[in-house]
């Protein structure tokens, strides 16, 4: 980690859950920052002492914790809210959603869909989103613009788009926009090939060896429907996941995104492996996915990490719903009401996204060298008193209107539950013209 600056802030409120492992919530205590990253995290009372006069922001009734981390979106397609609900999801893609997206999926769609995801994220407590989409050089600048923190997909797929014309095309552009943007602090990458199903034998195996020459993630969509496994082993006489397997895939990289479909032995693999699941609970529940069994994951050592996928299959981007229906599903589900406690839920949303992204040395966990990535919850509103247990508020009781201030790197982005960078009422503009474009 960098070292650190002078402190230029305290943060200063009721309970303060770090995620750091092991700790449980601090009682009167501050985090201390210095310039875009963590100092300490101390008693109040101490950090006053050592260092008096710094500026401090005071929440006397509010969590602070990590910012959320969204391991599994498509930001753009926020412009498609809506757009085409209570379908399946081959339905939902080949009737809609691909129909829209080869007359509309333009770098400004792409452009004014993510600067829309980012607002709706920041406001929910998200400070890092992993996007997988068209045109990902439209998604650096909407992030590099508003300050969020973005792992952004190198999108491959085999069929052509407005963006790219074929496997290499994609690649090419998608690595060249990689290069021009390496050195941007809040920006990171993943190699993101679509899915099994639109990805062939020869372009996974150049996914893998790019992977590995550029130590990058991988984000794929994976057994999220029993269509998908299905095809599998007809066109390939095997499931997805023993097809990545022999083409050498499984590893520490993999995200596999949804897994909802997954027999014993391949979770299993999964853990062996060292593979993260990316949990999506309710795009699986609203596209009648099924019920992904995060219970037995989590029991097989599996790092599971959560998002929302795109608000046109949710159709929201909000992380709070998703722990909380995280946690009850992994329950009913097991049969088991510790299956998944609130503790965990919390975890799967910061750190071990993080994780998943390579990025768990930097975020994911309020402790001392790390980016200031940090949010504040109120637990006041009358309807989250009392509060006994503020993980417990967290997950089962509070919500994204909750959040009342945003830090990334230290800069504050949301303040008193205002957005800081962003104009509303300018981006509301232009999502009016693409509405009516869509809509048309």
């Excluded at 069929?159 to 602090?185: E, I």
């Excluded at 008193?416 to 048309?440: I, Y």
Aim: glycine residues 8%; contains cysteine.
């Amino acid at each position: 980690m960098a070292a650190m600056t002078t402190p230029t802030a305290l943060i200063a409120p009721r309970w303060i859950l770090t995620m750091a492992d092991g700790a449980g919530p601090l009682e009167n205590h501050a985090v201390v920052l210095a310039g875009d990253r963590i100092q300490a995290v101390l008693p109040l009372p101490e950090a006053q002492a050592l260092h008096p006069g710094l500026p401090c922001t005071a929440l006397p009734t509010h969590a602070v914790m990590p910012g959320l981390v969204n391991t599994h979106t498509h930001a753009a397609m926020t412009l498609m809210r809506g757009l085409a609900d209570d379908l399946p999801l081959m339905r939902w893609l080949e009737d809609h959603i691909w129909p829209a997206e080869r007359t509309h999926a333009t770098a400004e769609f792409v452009k004014d869909g993510t600067t829309l995801a980012i607002a709706e994220s920041l406001l929910g407590g998200v400070t890092c989103l992993n996007d997988m989409y068209f045109f990902p050089e439209e998604a650096a600048a909407a992030a590099l613009e508003t300050g969020m923190r973005m792992a952004l997909g190198i999108i491959v797929i085999e069929f052509p788009t407005r963006y790219a014309s074929d496997p290499q095309d994609y690649l090419d552009r998608g690595l060249a926009m990689r290069d021009r943007h390496k050195h941007d602090a809040r920006l990171s990458f993943c190699l993101a090939p679509h899915a099994p199903y639109t990805v062939s034998d020869p372009t996974f195996e150049r996914v893998a060896m790019l992977a590995e020459q550029l130590d990058l993630p991988i984000h794929l969509h994976l057994h999220e429907t029993e269509a998908e496994i299905q095809q599998s082993v007809a066109q390939y006489g095997c499931r997805p996941i023993e097809r990545l397997s022999r083409l050498g895939f499984l590893g520490p990289r993999l995200m596999a995104v949804h897994a909802v479909h997954l027999l014993e032995e391949e979770i299993r693999s999964l853990a062996h492996f060292g593979c993260t699941m990316v949990h999506c609970p309710s795009s699986n529940l609203k596209l009648a996915s099924g019920f992904a069994p995060v219970g037995e994951l989590l029991a097989a050592g599996v790092n599971v990490a959560l998002g929302t996928d795109g608000a046109a299959s949710n159709n929201r981007l909000d992380m709070f719903e998703e722990m909380r229906l995280a946690a009850f599903l992994a329950k009913a589900t097991t049969g088991d009401a510790a299956a998944l406690p609130a503790e965990a839920a919390l975890r799967m949303a910061t750190i071990c996204g993080a994780r998943a992204l390579g990025l768990d040395d930097r975020i994911g966990s309020l402790e001392p060298g790390k980016q200031a990535d940090i949010i504040a919850v109120d637990l006041d509103a009358i309807d989250l008193v009392p509060c006994y247990h503020p993980a417990s508020h967290l997950v089962y009781a509070a919500g994204r209107r909750d959040v009342s201030h945003v830090w990334i790197g230290g800069e504050p982005l949301v303040r008193n539950g205002e957005l800081v960078r962003l104009h509303v009422d300018q981006l509301r503009s232009r999502v009016q013209g693409w509405h009516t474009q869509l809509f048309a």
